[in-house]
């Protein structure tokens, strides 16, 4: 009988190691080495077509983790619109605006029955997300809650637009750090980056000094034969004609907020109701 109760206590504490080691593994894996070094992109990183599919392999040298998956997802959304496929901000345009161009899912299920082709910022940013969802986690349909797939939609079951700050997309597509938001505040699944340790793949908030914001996939820092220091990303812009890489001077930006995907997993047990959200935190400033 005591034989007995030791292998049962030494199973559950090999199942315990086991827990332990895959939780530090995923966010560990997912993290990256902090190695407080910035990270500046070589002239022959950076594609002259904004409208590429070279993402992965332009800068998976500088990424790991969940990242891959992020630059692969960004390769994958930009399939969509080789073009760019147009951008257009109407909150109150009839049709109304559209987030994204196509019809995004995840896990195969429906988030937007799009209304127009065009796409913004944001939508490019969450749609590279849920796409590198898919990616991670290939079997999420058969572990995913109905009522999660439904704070994850990007329009109302009734077509309607879904308004800021309205469940994941809503907090996502909110002014402010929304991305930051939404994924390290409102489900648990990122974590805060700092600028020097930002790696391609990373989500980031630009705050321009002109008073509005972007949200794109950060790719990295550049610095020209002239010395002028850049941030190079992708997103949907106007410059771009939706999807698509820019390259922006730092002298435009006031501060950013850069966030990690570090733990997918938790997209299966987020609190769909979870209301403990800071608006207030502070931006980064860069300085290199």
């Known amino acids: 009988m005591l034989r007995f109760k ?3 206590t030494n199973v559950f504490l090999l199942l315990s190691i086991v827990s332990l080691f895959i939780f530090n593994s995923e966010t560990a894996l997912s993290k990256g080495k902090q190695k407080h070094q ?3 992109l070589k002239s022959n990183d950076i ?5 590429n599919l070279n993402h992965l392999k332009n800068f998976a040298k500088y990424a790991e983790g ?3 998956k992020v630059l692969e997802a960004v390769d994958s959304v930009q399939s ?7 951008y257009f901000i109407g909150v109150d345009s009839t049709p109304a605006e559209s987030p994204i161009g196509y019809n995004l899912k995840l896990f195969g299920n429906s988030l937007i029955n799009p209304p127009r082709t065009t796409s913004y910022c944001s939508g490019s940013s969450y ?3 849920i796409t590198a969802l898919d990616f991670i986690l290939p079997n999420g349909s058969k572990k995913l809650s109905k009522q999660r797939l439904e704070a994850l939609r990007m329009q109302e079951p009734n077509g309607g637009r879904r308004n800021d700050w309205v469940k994941y997309w809503g907090i996502w597509n909110a002014d402010g750090f929304g991305s930051q938001y939404a994924l390290v505040q409102y489900s648990h699944m990122g974590a805060d980056i700092k600028p020097i340790d930002a790696m391609p793949g990373d989500f980031m ?4 000094k002109s008073g509005i914001g972007h949200s794109v996939v950060f790719l990295g820092w550049y610095i020209n034969k002239d010395g002028k220091k850049s941030v190079v990303y992708w997103s949907s812009q106007k410059g771009t004609n939706g999807f698509g890489d820019q390259i922006v001077p730092l002298d435009k930006i006031k501060y950013v907020k850069i966030v990690r995907l570090v733990k997918p997993s938790n997209i299966f047990k987020f609190n769909v109701n979870n209301q403990n959200i800071n608006k207030n935190i502070p931006g980064d400033k ?3």
């Open 286 to 288: 860069i300085d290199f």
């Open 47 to 51: 594609s002259l077509n904004p409208h």
């Open 205 to 208: 908030n630009i705050s321009w």
């Open 66 to 68: 969940y990242n891959l």
């Open 127 to 129: 749609t590279a997300f």
């Open 80 to 86: 969509h619109a080789m073009d760019g496929g147009g």
């Open 6 to 8: 030791n292998l049962n």
């Open 38 to 40: 910035w990270l500046f």
